[in-house]
């Protein structure tokens, strides 16, 4: 008992450190640090507060190297003082909380040191995020090829109730009922404030209500010791009768008054002159407020014992009351989100804690027992253990996988390789996986489930072989399968691929995910996109149809801006390949790109991005285009790869030159035929990666402004070869902006063809025609630029 007492004594005075240090960091960000710009630097002070007991009975107490959490977004000032205290963060980086290279304001994988497993910020992403991690880990070791000798970690998310207004986090528990979800705890900052004031009553209820549904264990931390404790005194459960009917503007008002409102309030209403105000009377102002504010998510032992009761791997939610601003002058009121303590208040605080002015940073200031804490920190089991970053070696591509020259699309093309990667006993089979929002068989996953089956812990049959019912797909449920299907919802896709595509590092088991949409649905899930990327997460993204070649379908499901979100988005190498040899090149590069650490492929190196690695995104199409029968050379890869290459190439007697991008090739060589046939020279450049070109340009031109002249982009390169009287029109399936920078390279008079507005329903030669990207526009367009024709 006197060494539980002990670690509990330690934990509570790790827990008002982490408080200081958040609360300093903010303070001297905003305060102290010249402030060069005068533009606000910002910080979550009460938000900090609030979780400061929780975070720390977690990461002090409970968590084990191998659980993987994922902290609030306001909490980072508090992450970041905590590892700070477990030697996992540097003082200069607290100092510059914020600035330039300092601790960042939201933790990130990627551009924090300290030891962040899941990067939040846009909120709700790292809620929905662990739950996936979870899914993940169990896909893992199911697997015969995967070292089951590291225990299981639990994923655990720390939630801000305001976070709970975010839509994905509730497509996330459905998929996580249908996979059955294991291993993953959310916590619950129930403080009932949010940046724009306080929630809503009843909330409670609805949140209870919500995860019963979806079958989570449900953890209530309303009350803490003290105040169990009064409970149980004579007029107790007067008192706890009123704290469970008061307003949460009530609550949070009289918090922020302090401990003579309490008073008044209390013997206002409850008390009786006998024994409830005994009760009152017998405490202090203080004291009163203090057991006022004695909530259950404060309580550091009501905290530990209901975090080391939850022994089950069920998922299990932790609602956990608290004050927003805890134990600061801001504690309770309405506008503390974005508020922060003047210096009367932070000297207030200061005094509270013990910090004697000079000694601001250091982590064991102000504590009564500075050698015993020093001492239960070396053996935090949470810090046990080396890094907690793991890896996992490169797996070895195949080479292309050429599926013939007949007609074809892109998007069959796609599923045929994949299916040829399926027939062969190769790690690189073994270690993919892909995933799909209820799009498995028209985005052509179908052979590679068929072949490889979809994944469950335990195994399901395929009811319709079973009975004997002819179909093409056969449904088996296996813990050998590699396909996890997914409902529709596209956040849950990129949430999966984000979790998949970080394997290696939570869990030590390389992955390869591929996921397949529609490419007009990307920006469904854009925001969860572009934080899969943010965490550095690693994966193939395949989406088809594209443009507005599904004719049929109308513009709702007709894609216009996807090429430019494929060069804009950071972490992500953006192709659209018209041919299949040239789909089987790419698809080969890049799982390897997946898998680059900084030491691959430096011949290729135009632009960072290519040593480092990343994700790719394919855009596909439907459309079957004629194929040509050509020779796979290492000029015509490096040219593939590199973003463009000579399907024509030009004459120094060169009039115009053709760039397309895509399954335009078919109307960009009738064009150039037709226009050639009047014995005018016309070259075609086959563009298969308008990101990569354009990355290699900018490449280019910063490394001229610092100093090497020599520095030439591959696309330089390309266009040097035509004459600069020579006009160019650029085509695209998408929006002209996508291809339309390319007459800036070396200023060739351009006209750019391309689609700017929802398309309708009809024929593909319809549409094109409509929107001016067929061969009768481009011969126009080349009419245009060649005087005197």
């Given at each position: 008992?006197a060494e539980d007492?002990?670690?509990i004594?330690h934990?509570?005075a ?8 958040s609360?300093?960091m ?9 402030n ?5 630097v910002?910080g ?8 400061a007991a929780?975070m720390?009975?977690?990461y002090f107490g409970?968590?084990?190297?191998e659980?993987r959490v ?6 980072a000032?508090?992450?970041?003082a905590i ?8 003082r200069e980086?607290?100092i ?7 601790a960042?304001s939201y933790p ?5 040191t300290?030891?962040?497993d899941i990067s939040?910020g846009?909120?709700g992403?790292g ?6 991690a979870s899914?993940?880990?169990?896909y893992?070791r ?7 000798s ?7 998310a720390?939630?801000?109730?305001a976070?709970?207004d975010?839509?994905?986090v509730y ?6 009922w249908?996979?059955?979800l294991?291993?993953t705890w959310?916590v619950?900052?129930y403080?009932r404030?949010?940046l724009?004031?306080v929630?809503r ?7 209870e209500a919500?995860f019963?549904?979806?079958?989570w264990?449900i ?5 803490g010791?003290?105040q ?5 005194e ?8 009123w704290?469970?009917?008061?307003p949460?503007?009530?609550y949070?008002a009289?918090?922020?008054?302090g401990?003579a409102?309490w008073r ?9 002159q006998?024994?409830?105000s ?11 407020a203090t057991?006022?504010a ?9 905290l530990i014992?209901?975090f080391?009761?939850?022994g ?10 608290t004050v927003k601003g805890?134990?600061?002058?801001l504690a ?6 974005a508020g ?5 208040q932070i000297e207030?605080l200061?005094?509270a804690m013990?910090v004697?002015e ?6 064991f200031?102000g ?15 949470f ?11 490169q797996?070895?591509t195949?080479?292309?996988q050429?599926?013939?020259t007949?007609?074809?699309?892109t998007q ?10 399926a027939?062969?006993?190769s790690?690189?089979?073994r270690?993919i996986?892909?995933?799909s929002p ?8 179908g052979?590679?489930?068929?072949r490889r089956?979809?994944f469950?812990r335990?195994e399901?049959?395929?009811?319709f072989?079973k009975?004997a019912i ?13 396909h996890?299907?997914?409902g529709i919802a596209?956040?849950?896709l ?13 869990f030590?088991?390389r ?6 949409l529609?490419d007009?649905?990307?920006s469904?899930?854009l925001?969860a996109l572009n934080y899969a990327?943010y965490?550095?997460a690693?994966f ?9 070649s599904?004719?049929g379908?109308?513009g709702?499901?007709?894609?216009i801006?996807?090429p ?5 988005q950071d972490g992500l190498?953006?192709?659209e390949p018209?041919f299949?040899?040239e ?6 590069w ?5 898998q680059?650490?900084g030491?691959?492929?430096?011949d290729?190196?135009d632009w ?11 855009r596909?199409?439907t459309?079957t285009?004629e194929?040509p029968?050509?020779?796979v050379d290492?000029?015509l890869?490096d040219?593939?790869?590199r973003?463009?290459?000579w399907l ?5 007697q060169?009039?115009?030159v053709?760039?397309y991008?895509g399954?335009?090739?078919q109307e960009?060589?009738?064009?150039a035929?037709?226009?050639g046939g009047?014995r005018r020279?016309?070259?075609?450049l086959?563009?298969t990666s308008a990101?990569?070109?354009n990355?290699g340009?900018h ?7 610092h100093?090497d002249g020599?520095a030439?982009?591959?696309i330089e390169?390309?266009?040097a070869?035509?004459?600069?009287h020579?006009?160019l ?5 998408g ?7 390319l ?5 060739h008079?351009?006209i750019t063809?391309?689609?700017e507005h ?16 067929d061969?009768?526009?481009m011969?126009?367009?080349?009419r245009?630029l060649m005087p005197?024709?």
């Amino acid at each position: 008992m006197a060494e539980d007492r002990a670690r509990i004594g330690h934990i509570e005075a790790l827990t008002r450190k982490a408080l200081w240090l958040s609360n300093w960091m903010i303070h001297h960000a905003n305060h102290i640090r010249p402030n060069v710009d005068g533009v606000k630097v910002g910080g979550h002070q009460a938000s900090s507060a609030s979780m400061a007991a929780m975070m720390s009975a977690l990461y002090f107490g409970v968590l084990r190297p191998e659980d993987r959490v994922a902290v609030k977004p306001h909490a980072a000032p508090v992450f970041h003082a905590i590892q700070y205290l477990l030697g996992k963060q540097t003082r200069e980086k607290l100092i510059d909380f914020r600035a330039f290279g300092g601790a960042q304001s939201y933790p990130s994988r990627t551009k924090d040191t300290d030891d962040v497993d899941i990067s939040t910020g846009s909120v709700g992403l790292g809620v929905a995020f662990t739950a996936f991690a979870s899914l993940i880990q169990d896909y893992v070791r199911a697997k015969p090829w995967a070292d089951r000798s590291r225990p299981e970690g639990r994923m655990v998310a720390l939630v801000g109730d305001a976070e709970l207004d975010e839509g994905n986090v509730y497509e996330c528990l459905l998929e996580g009922w249908k996979h059955g979800l294991r291993n993953t705890w959310w916590v619950i900052d129930y403080n009932r404030q949010s940046l724009d004031g306080v929630v809503r009553e009843g909330l409670y209820d609805r949140i209870e209500a919500i995860f019963r549904a979806f079958d989570w264990n449900i953890v209530t931390l309303k009350y803490g010791a003290l105040q169990r404790a009064a409970f149980a005194e004579p007029g107790g459960d007067r008192l706890k009768l009123w704290i469970d009917a008061a307003p949460n503007a009530v609550y949070s008002a009289l918090m922020f008054r302090g401990g003579a409102a309490w008073r008044e309030r209390l013997t206002d209403e409850i008390g009786d002159q006998g024994p409830v105000s005994a009760l009152i009377a017998r405490r202090s102002d203080e004291e009163l407020a203090t057991l006022m504010a004695n909530l259950g998510g404060h309580c550091v032992p009501s905290l530990i014992e209901q975090f080391e009761a939850a022994g089950s791997d069920k998922p299990t939610v932790f609602i956990a009351y608290t004050v927003k601003g805890w134990a600061t002058p801001l504690a309770g009121h309405k506008d503390n989100h974005a508020g922060q303590m003047t210096g009367a208040q932070i000297e207030q605080l200061r005094a509270a804690m013990k910090v004697r002015e000079g000694h601001e940073w250091e982590p064991f200031e102000g504590m009564n027992d500075a050698e015993g804490v020093r001492k239960f920190l070396e053996q935090v089991p949470f810090n046990a253990g080396g890094s907690r970053r793991l890896t996992s070696p490169q797996v070895e591509t195949l080479g292309p996988q050429f599926v013939g020259t007949g007609p074809t699309s892109t998007q069959a093309a796609f599923g045929r390789i994949l299916d040829a990667i399926a027939k062969t006993d190769s790690d690189l089979a073994r270690r993919i996986v892909t995933t799909s929002p209820d799009v498995t068989v028209s985005t052509n996953l179908g052979p590679w489930v068929n072949r490889r089956n979809l994944f469950a812990r335990s195994e399901m049959a395929d009811v319709f072989q079973k009975e004997a019912i002819p179909s093409t797909q056969k449904w088996r449920f296996t813990p050998e399968g590699q396909h996890l299907e997914l409902g529709i919802a596209e956040m849950n896709l990129f949430l999966m691929l984000g979790a998949a595509g970080l394997s290696h590092s939570l869990f030590g088991e390389r992955l390869l995910p591929i996921g397949t949409l529609y490419d007009p649905f990307i920006s469904r899930g854009l925001d969860a996109l572009n934080y899969a990327c943010y965490q550095d997460a690693r994966f193939l993204l395949v989406a088809t149809p594209s443009g507005v070649s599904l004719a049929g379908e109308g513009g709702a499901h007709q894609s216009i801006a996807s090429p430019l979100i494929g060069m804009a988005q950071d972490g992500l190498a953006s192709f659209e390949p018209a041919f299949a040899d040239e789909l089987s090149i790419i698809m080969d590069w890049a799982f390897d790109y997946m898998q680059r650490q900084g030491d691959a492929r430096p011949d290729l190196a135009d632009w960072p991005r290519d040593v480092t690695g990343g994700s790719v995104y394919l855009r596909l199409s439907t459309r079957t285009i004629e194929q040509p029968s050509r020779p796979v050379d290492k000029p015509l890869t490096d040219g593939i790869i590199r973003g463009a290459y000579w399907l024509k190439p030009p004459t120094p007697q060169c009039e115009v030159v053709i760039a397309y991008q895509g399954v335009l090739a078919q109307e960009a060589i009738e064009a150039a035929a037709r226009i050639g046939g009047d014995r005018r020279n016309v070259a075609v450049l086959a563009v298969t990666s308008a990101d990569r070109l354009n990355a290699g340009w900018h490449g280019a031109q910063r490394a001229r402004l610092h100093g090497d002249g020599d520095a030439r982009s591959h696309i330089e390169n390309l266009l040097a070869d035509a004459p600069r009287h020579a006009g160019l029109i650029t085509a695209i399936d998408g929006h002209p902006a996508t291809l339309g920078w390319l007459g800036s390279v070396l200023g060739h008079r351009t006209i750019t063809l391309g689609v700017e507005h929802f398309g309708q329903t009809g024929t593909v030669y319809d549409l094109y025609r409509h929107f001016g990207i067929d061969a009768d526009a481009m011969v126009a367009a080349a009419r245009s630029l060649m005087p005197g024709w």
